[in-house]
């Protein structure tokens, strides 16, 4: 399946290979995420989740990128 960040055959020459082993990604949290209660409307309770996070990658030699493969054989 084409994934949106990888260009078209027609961008590179020849085709292209993305692989990703997805275990050794994990989300590491720098502030974690709570509800905060803001002002009541009526009878209505607002809130809000507050928190920030961001994509850890533990492997950096486990993916792959690879792109140019001769498709006549």
Known sequence: MQHR????????????????KEDKFRV????????EMLAKDGDRENGQIV?????????ERTSVNRNGYNING
């Open 5 to 20: 960040y990888v260009p078209s055959a027609a961008a590179t020459p020849g085709p292209r290979f993305l692989g990703i």
């Open 28 to 35: 590491a949290y720098l502030r974690k995420p709570y509800r």
């Open 51 to 59: 928190g920030e996070f961001t994509l850890e990658y533990l492997a």
